[in-house]
């Protein structure tokens, strides 16, 4: 399983997008991908139905389905909102859950993101 994706920052906002793939050996019922930023969140926030907020730093999401030949890959794109307006944010990715099964590269799934607030996107 890997995560690839993007993060932008710009004002208060908070753009985060990753692609979720399973590259075997088994295919998954589905994955938990953990989003934790260094700055709170604001309290309220607009989440797809997939997706929960566990506190003021942290979003869950669940991708569904994943076969083990990586044809396939799940999207989510969040649109954060920020407690204030930072210079830089540092956001985590990682999988919390993927049902008990081995990741023989683990590497590829657990992403620390810099991303100061210039609007760009910084790729993970």
């Given at each position: 399983m890997s995560h690839h994706g993007h993060v932008l920052l710009w004002g208060s906002g908070l753009g985060v997008r990753v692609r979720t793939e399973n590259h075997g050996p088994s295919s998954l019922a589905g994955v938990?991908?953990?989003?934790?930023?260094?700055?709170?969140?604001?309290?309220?926030?607009?989440?797809?139905?997939?997706?929960?907020?566990?506190?003021?730093?942290?979003?869950?999401?669940?991708?569904?389905?994943?076969?083990?030949?990586?044809?396939?890959?799940?999207?989510?794109?969040?649109?954060?909102?920020?407690?204030?307006?930072?210079?830089?944010?540092?956001?985590?990715?990682?999988?919390?859950?993927?049902?008990?099964?081995?990741?023989r590269n683990p590497g590829n799934d657990d992403h620390e993101v810099l991303a100061p607030a210039t609007g760009d996107e910084y790729v993970f």
């Open positions: 938990t991908v953990r989003v934790r930023t260094s700055v709170a969140l604001a309290e309220r926030q607009e989440l797809p139905q997939s997706c929960l907020q566990t506190d003021r730093w942290t979003v869950l999401c669940r991708t569904g389905t994943l076969h083990a030949d990586g044809a396939e890959e799940r999207r989510l794109a969040l649109e954060l909102r920020l407690a204030g307006r930072p210079d830089e944010v540092v956001v985590r990715v990682d999988t919390l859950w993927n049902g008990g099964a081995t990741d």
